[in-house]
């Protein structure tokens, strides 16, 4: 059974940096492709990060592309978003996912992840 743990969320004056980490049991992350998502309120659900299974591609949405960053940490079997300068319009329930199925390509859509944290919360105030 494969489950992720996301922390790491919570309120931040716009500016500041947060890191957020998901521990993952049941599936290793080096292997697998990894994404991370936020949900705004009243929106629907958008990957800002993405990581490819070898690690050698990445994406990022525009609104985040030069301020996120996603890595693994493969000794913790953990994926890590850390965010810095960030901005009011970071606010929202961030999650991320896991993607079992095979592929080289890096994946930025919700139907491509197989598995998914219960997400944290993210606040950024002006």
């Known amino acids: 059974q494969v489950q992720l743990v996301e922390s790491g969320g919570g309120l931040v004056q716009a500016g500041d940096s947060l890191r957020l980490s998901c521990a993952a049991s049941g599936r290793t992350v080096s292997s697998l492709a990894v994404g991370w998502f936020r949900q705004a309120p009243g929106k629907e659900r958008e990957a800002v990060a993405a990581?490819?299974?070898?690690?050698?591609?990445?994406y990022y949405s525009d609104s985040v592309r030069g301020r996120f960053t996603v890595s693994r940490d493969n000794a913790k079997n953990t994926v890590l978003l850390q965010m810095n300068s960030l901005k009011p319009e970071d606010t929202g329930v961030y999650y991320c996912?896991?993607?079992?199925?095979?592929?080289?390509?890096?994946?930025?859509?919700?139907?491509?992840?197989?598995?998914w944290g219960q997400g944290t919360q993210v606040t950024v105030s002006s």
């Open positions: 996912a896991l993607r079992i199925w095979t592929g080289s390509d890096v994946y930025a859509e919700s139907s491509d992840y197989n598995y």
């Open positions: 990581l490819n299974r070898s690690g050698g591609k990445w």
